[in-house]
């Protein structure tokens, strides 16, 4: 009986290793699929109080408004990509009306280019964190201590074909 045992347990051992060792591959390669297909809009308010916070979803929500018009015939993230980079004065305008239209005076800066963004929720839809592609929106001195919440929209949530 325990020369049964001991070889048990080893190929026990092993398929647990493998089974692990799989789960972890796939995990990388689906998070690796996920950035290299996704073009996130990251907003950065002025601050962390709660004007500041309120005025950043405003200025969000009018730039999805925005994207997802431009957007809403594109089939990769590239064209989404470019349309962001020849739209960049328009966005810029909006989101400066937006800051405006709600009586703050801050500047706001936009750019295509990367940003790190935390494991986030939308729906039924997880993103893992890592460096995605972004739309980054600076608004005043884009100062704030709590973890920037990210947004995604249909439009900006754009799986290549």
């Known amino acids: 009986m325990k020369s049964f045992l001991k070889p048990f347990l080893v190929i026990s051992l092993l398929l647990c290793l493998y089974t692990f060792i799989s789960a972890i591959s ?3 390669a689906v998070s690796d699929d996920i950035a290299n297909s996704v073009f996130r809009l990251h907003v950065i308010a002025n601050s962390d109080s709660k004007e500041d916070q309120d005025l950043k979803l405003k200025v969000r929500d009018e730039l999805l408004k925005f994207m997802n018009e431009l ?3 594109c089939s990769s993230k590239q064209e989404v990509m ?3 980079s020849m739209h960049q004065a328009d966005l810029q305008k909006i989101a400066q009306n937006v800051i405006e ?3 703050f005076s801050y500047t706001v800066s936009i750019e295509v280019g990367i940003a790190n963004f935390p494991t986030k929720q939308y729906g039924d839809i997880t993103l893992p964190s890592g460096t995605y592609d972004a739309l980054k929106v ?3 001195e884009a100062k704030r ?3 920037v919440v990210c947004y995604v929209s249909s439009s900006l949530l754009c799986r290549c074909k």
């Open 26 to 28: 796939y995990v990388c």
């Open 71 to 73: 957007s809403k015939d």
């Open 82 to 84: 470019q349309i962001a």
């Open 101 to 103: 239209a709600n009586g």
């Open 138 to 140: 600076k608004i005043g």
């Open 145 to 147: 201590s709590k973890l």
